[in-house]
């Protein structure tokens, strides 16, 4: 049984869910912007996603350049739900778009978090966890690394997770449907769901559910990403195991779920910040598809904690922290229940301290942070010499300030697809994808192949390709 606040308190405190989801709203749009200016996002993946959504602005398919010559994004991966960033594009046309889009459903998604945790642990408990989620280190990793589709599961997976919660079935079915046009993997999220609403005694709506998520995950994977993409298949199906024999995946399946040990911390950071109360709650089984084709990977950058792969993980574990705080309150005696409170209390305020300070947010403490920029500086004075529609080769950091006005491809290129661009700016001390000492040596074949240099100016170089 809930525990309501008093309706003088209700009143009082109604406007907390939306303040914690403002406060978190501003720092995250601050923490990018800043990024952004200080050359710290990049074209893998923000002018992607850019050049994505600025074709869907123009009424085109979704091609990025970046990715390759006319390369229809869906074929890449499954992310339908960008077009409805294409009206705010039309508005305001830029990267700074994406990136305010970001913190606006990141933020909204500590809303759910805010207003379960109120209701049933009051409104001090509630800010403290509300910020502790807002900061946890999924959110922040996520806000750091430039822009991505995921950040549209996370509301989505916030309020469908308070409508179960609330047993408000048919309200968290309609919450989480639109998970699978946001990435390939959320249908079976979605799935999932319904194991949940199975549990819950809603066996019909629960196997409806489980039955088209995964007949939506497997049409995407084997017809539709495989109709947009060149090759005609789906280019992450090799790090899954594809090339491996089906009883060899099922042999090594139990060793690579735990091994190499980065899993295993991952998985550590996941729970340690719930006090482990998550595992007590059967909204947690929403976290397995994504953990298990993470960790089932070969990639190793899927494993860690950093990059944007843990967004769709942080409502999860912290509302089911909270209803499993709330069966320990049912089942433990008082003093005990509040000893187990106290204690989850005190692991979010250190989440929260850890999160201010040692976390990516840190940097908005930084002086440097709101200076500008020698760097970012000279690089914007070269990239102010590009024409509007010019067809250019950039380096990864500079690509993303230029794909708003021109088409860009990635400079060097690193996959063989050249577009025989009339303008090249490049960093020449940025090391992805490839050395710097790369970087130079194309630079001087360059110059003995038609471009001559246009402009100078610090670590960065433009060339132009002479026209006759």
């Not at 809603?202 to 993409?229: H, T």
Request: proline share 7%; charged share 15%; glycine share 8%.
């Amino acid at each position: 049984m809930l525990t309501l606040p008093t309706p003088v308190a209700t009143r009082l405190w109604r406007p907390l869910p939306w303040l914690v989801a403002g406060v978190l709203t501003v720092l995250y749009a601050l923490l990018s912007v800043t990024n952004h200016l200080h050359l710290g996002t990049t074209g893998y993946d923000l002018g992607i996603f850019e050049q994505a959504v600025r074709a869907y602005s123009e009424l085109r398919a979704p091609v990025s350049d970046l990715k390759g010559p006319g390369y229809v994004l869906l074929g890449d991966h499954f992310h339908p739900i960008l077009v409805t960033l294409a009206p705010f594009y039309r508005l305001f046309p830029g990267p700074l778009t994406l990136l305010i889009a970001q913190a606006v459903l990141l933020g909204v998604s500590a809303v759910p978090v805010v207003r379960i945790a109120q209701e049933r642990f009051g409104s001090g408990l509630a800010a403290t966890v509300g910020v502790a989620y807002g900061l946890s280190w999924g959110l922040q990793t996520t806000v750091d690394f430039d822009f991505h589709e995921v950040v549209f599961a996370v509301p989505l997976l916030a309020f469908a997770m308070e409508c179960l919660l609330r047993q408000r079935w048919t309200a968290a079915v309609a919450w989480a449907a639109p998970l699978v046009l946001v990435k390939e993997d959320l249908p079976l999220t979605f799935a999932v769901l319904g194991v949940y609403l199975v549990l819950k005694g809603q066996r019909r709506p629960g196997v409806w559910v489980m039955v088209s998520g995964v007949a939506g995950f497997l049409l995407i994977l084997v017809v539709l990403i495989p109709s947009f993409n060149p090759t005609g298949s789906y280019d992450f199906a090799h790090e899954l195991g594809k090339d491996e024999p089906w009883w060899q995946i099922m042999l090594d399946g139990p060793e690579r779920l735990v091994a190499p040990q980065e899993k295993l911390f991952t998985l550590s950071a996941l729970l340690v910040p719930t006090a482990f109360l998550a595992l007590f709650s059967p909204l947690a089984l929403l976290a397995v598809p994504t953990l298990l084709w993470r960790f089932m990977s070969t990639n190793s950058s899927y494993w860690i904690i950093g990059f944007h792969y843990s967004a769709v993980l942080m409502p999860i574990m912290y509302l089911a922290m909270l209803d499993g705080l709330g069966a320990g309150r049912r089942i433990l005696p008082a003093p005990a229940f509040l000893r187990l409170r106290r204690a989850v209390i005190g692991i979010s305020v250190v989440m929260v301290i850890a999160g201010l300070t040692g976390e990516p947010l840190a940097k908005l403490t930084k002086a440097a942070t709101w200076q500008p920029s020698p760097r970012a500086t000279a690089a914007q004075q070269l990239m102010d010499q590009i024409p509007d529609g010019a067809l250019v080769a950039a380096t990864n950091n500079l690509a993303p300030h230029l794909t708003s006005r021109c088409t860009v491809q990635l400079f060097p290129s690193v996959q063989g697809r050249i577009l025989n661009p009339e303008w090249i700016i490049a960093d020449r001390f940025y090391t992805w994808p490839v050395s710097t000492t790369w970087v130079t040596e194309k630079l001087n074949q360059l110059t003995t192949t038609g471009y001559h240099t246009v402009d100078e100016r610090g670590d960065f170089i433009l060339l132009h390709r002479a026209t006759t």
